[in-house]
């Protein structure tokens, strides 16, 4: 495939991902900060990102399944994935965290199970979506492309 | 849609002074900024020179991050950087008074997240502001909240500023600004 049409492909697919709700403004705000001292930032972030976030999940279908639930640990472990989804621009799952947080709040067991299965549900699209976006980046450079930059108009 | 566009000029203002003048129309296109390999080596003479310049009045200004978050830290770690800051990041408020008492180091400036488990920042900061009677490090909280009770707590405690999380770039080098021009550090 030549590499217009790759990049062409990377483009759509950002566009998409911004319109759909799953990527915010944070993460141009990563993008910025990727420069040629450290050219993969944005790829190792959202990576650590999905490693910690794997273990919280984790950690939380453990504490939701204990005879007495903990909903202060519960509370703390879902405002700490909000926050680093938060920083990439995660949004979707940003947002299941929020709504996450509000049962906890009222100690809701029911409401808490659904929003743990809705923040998986939202992980693994998020980072499916990820994945596609930083291997289209590859493509364009190992084709030795370039990165398009595309404008931001009103 | 509208919400939308709000949430992606937020981080993007700056970045439009290329724009070709597409404000009629209503597509929305996106700008980043990663390199190629190819380009990389064209870029090594600071095309970001740009910001680099503005950014300068922070370069070796040292700064102490505290933030249990390893995302979060990660990410505001290089956000200083890229502002020139000298930074030393820490997960734990422990561990951030402990490099505070230091002699040896003298941080300008604590960047302090507030909700830490164990110690937070607020009594990270009561307690910086309590040992340190000379060389008063600006303490900048950083908080997911909104809440104004937040902030009056914050500065009632001695805190210089808050920031809302998540934390942009244009807003970590305001509120640096703001806090180094006040004590006369401003260049």
């Not at chain 1, 493509?139 to 108009?153: D, N």
Request: proline letters at 2%.
């Amino acid at each position: 495939m030549e590499v217009v049409q790759i990049q062409r492909n990377l483009v759509d697919y950002t566009k998409s991902l911004f319109m759909e709700g799953f990527l915010d403004g944070q993460f141009l705000q990563l993008q910025q900060l990727q420069d040629e001292s450290n050219p993969d930032f944005v790829a190792e972030v959202v990576s650590l990102f999905f490693d910690d976030s794997q273990k919280l999940l984790n950690e939380l279908t453990i504490a939701l399944d204990q005879p007495i639930v903990d909903f202060k640990k519960v509370d703390a472990h879902v405002h700490q994935l909000k926050g680093s989804s938060s920083s990439i621009g995660a949004q979707k799952v940003k947002n299941a965290c929020i709504a996450f947080r509000n049962f906890c709040e009222v100690q809701n067991i029911e409401g808490c199970l659904t929003c743990l299965q809705q923040v998986k549900l939202e992980y693994y699209l998020a980072k499916n979506k990820f994945e596609t976006l930083f291997r289209l980046e590859q493509q364009i450079v190992a084709s030795g492309g370039s990165i398009p930059m595309i404008e931001m108009g009103f | 849609m509208c919400k939308k566009l709000v949430q992606m000029m937020q981080g993007n203002v700056w970045i439009s002074t290329n724009s070709l003048g597409f404000a009629q129309s209503m597509t929305l296109l996106l700008r980043f900024q990663i390199q190629s390999y190819i380009q990389r080596t064209m870029y090594a003479h600071g095309t970001s020179g740009e910001q680099s310049n503005s950014y300068s009045r922070f370069r070796g200004l040292r700064v102490l991050l505290a933030d249990d978050d390893d995302i979060n830290r990660i990410v505001t770690k290089k956000m200083l950087e890229k502002l020139g800051c000298e930074v030393t990041a820490v997960s734990t408020g422990f561990e951030c008074l402990s490099a505070i008492s230091h002699a040896e180091n003298s941080f300008r400036v604590v960047v302090l997240d507030l909700h830490m488990p164990e110690i937070d920042g607020f009594e990270v900061a009561t307690r910086i502001r309590k040992f340190r009677s000379r060389n008063w490090p600006l303490i900048i909280a950083l908080t997911a909240s909104a809440e104004d009770h937040v902030r009056e707590r914050c500065l009632q405690i001695g805190m210089n500023a808050v920031l809302q999380k998540p934390v942009l770039l244009q807003g970590m080098a305001a509120e640096l600004q703001r806090v180094l021009h006040r004590t006369g550090d401003g260049v």
